[in-house]
């Protein structure tokens, strides 16, 4: 399917200002099911496009927003080393756990008010965006959220100083969640992804759980932790899921 990539929105985040939302879409008439996807911590940088575009060309609107807006300008790509690394990683633990929040609930509303999108909501992420796409869930409105080797939720120290509430308020997530995991990254090892697993078991939740030999950020197709063929399989997990999620 041919996609529609090079639309940005503006919108107001109340109490943070103007975060830019980055939008790729099929460029057909119709209406289609949207999808929040959160980056990560270098913002929306060229493989997050083309995750983007991934989703896009099966079918969703996709919004990508950019997650440091409050600390950065408008259009900011963090580099993929040293310092775009230091830099994101010292934003994660500087912005309040409500501005995330806040952002995604902004997101949400500008997604279900563009005319391409059908009202149906789902989230994604990698990184700092698998856990922000959970915190997404947060929303009744978004009903499939589809987390990859999301970091902090173990530890609980997403946000101004490192205490967050997400394992807390898992019960109050009422969204089917795809859960996939690289049994290698060192951000979530064992302990921390059978504390979560725990924690889904314990609410009861509806989630599909999947770990695969890989390393963190396997799915970014660039670097040397980028595994092709994972990501192939990763994204028809993703796609049936959210055709069984979203309907």
């Known amino acids: 399917m041919i996609i529609r990539s090079d639309e940005t929105q503006d919108v107001e985040v109340p109490g943070s200002g103007t975060m830019r939302v980055h939008l790729f879409r099929p460029a057909v008439d119709g209406r289609f099911p949207g999808i929040i996807l959160f980056s ?7 493989p997050i496009r083309r995750l983007a575009a991934m989703l896009a060309g099966n079918g ?27 830099r994101g990683n010292d934003l994660k633990f500087t912005k309040p756990v409500a501005g995330f929040d806040a952002d995604a609930r902004a997101a949400a509303d500008a997604l279900v008010a563009h005319p391409a999108c059908d009202g149906r909501l789902g989230s994604f992420g990698v990184c700092l965006g698998g856990h922000l796409a959970y915190r997404a869930a ?15 939720i ?6 101004e100083g ?25 951000h979530v090892p064992f302990a921390g992804r059978e504390m979560i697993r725990a924690r889904l078991e314990e ?44 309907g």
């Open 162 to 186: 490192r205490a967050d509430d997400s394992l807390a308020r898992m019960a109050e997530i009422r969204a089917d969640m795809l859960f996939v995991w690289g049994r290698q990254d060192p």
């Open 203 to 246: 609410v009861e939740a509806r989630y599909e759980w999947h770990e695969l030999n890989a390393q963190h950020a396997f799915l970014r197709d660039e670097g040397p932790r980028y595994d092709p063929a994972l990501f192939l399989q990763s994204m028809a997990l993703t796609l049936a899921f959210y055709r069984r999620a979203l």
């Open 154 to 159: 173990h530890a609980g120290t997403l946000g």
């Open 60 to 86: 969703f609107v996709v919004a990508v927003p950019e997650v440091y807006h409050e600390y950065e300008p408008l259009g900011t790509v963090l580099a993929y080393d040293q310092a775009g690394t230091d």
């Open 138 to 152: 947060l929303d009744p409105r978004v009903t499939a959220a589809a987390c990859f080797y999301p970091t902090d």
């Open 40 to 46: 990560e911590i270098y913002q929306v940088t060229a």
